[in-house]
């Protein structure tokens, strides 16, 4: 069971993570001085999203829910978190190789093809939608009543049951 004083250690670090992932996002560009220092900047930013992911995996776990066995239920109610994230992470990783392939010889020259620029767009607009999601989720597994049984969890079961 998730106690109060886990959970709040745990949203602190996934807010960490989140925030520098947004200041990842936000500045990136502007420290291309160096070509070692974007890529340790993307690589700790793919890792903090990872360890994201699998933070929320973790606490899905960690549910009520899951352990009476009602994955489906978890999975159904967050579904647009778990795909939300999975889209993002592929789309950072791959905007970053290509950023890191396309400038690495040539770090004082500014270079973006179209694709570059589209993925650009896709990886940012992802971005937004992820944060949104997963910090909604996070919250919302914040909730006691996952962790404990109830009336509303027992009508599900039985109902799955059947």
Not at 40 to 54: K, V
Not at 98 to 117: E, F, H, P, V
């Amino acid at each position: 069971m998730l106690q109060t004083s886990n959970y709040s250690l745990v949203l602190s670090i996934q807010f960490l993570l989140m925030i520098y992932d947004l200041v990842a996002n936000s500045f990136s560009e502007l420290m291309f001085t160096e070509p070692v220092i974007p890529l340790i900047i993307f690589i700790i930013q793919d890792i903090g999203i990872l360890f994201n992911i699998i933070i929320i995996f973790l606490m899905f776990f960690n549910t009520f829910i899951f352990q009476a066995g009602l994955v489906k239920l978890l999975i159904h109610r967050f579904t647009g978190t778990i795909v939300v994230s999975g889209v993002y992470f592929l789309l950072s990783v791959s905007f970053h190789v290509w950023t890191l392939n396309l400038r690495w010889l040539q770090i004082q020259s500014y270079l973006w093809t179209n694709g570059l620029q589209a993925l650009f767009v896709f990886q940012r607009f992802a971005a937004v939608l992820y944060y949104y999601f997963y910090k909604r989720t996070t919250l919302c597994l914040g909730d006691p009543r996952l962790y404990e049984d109830s009336e509303w969890l027992r009508k599900e079961f039985f109902r799955v049951r059947k």
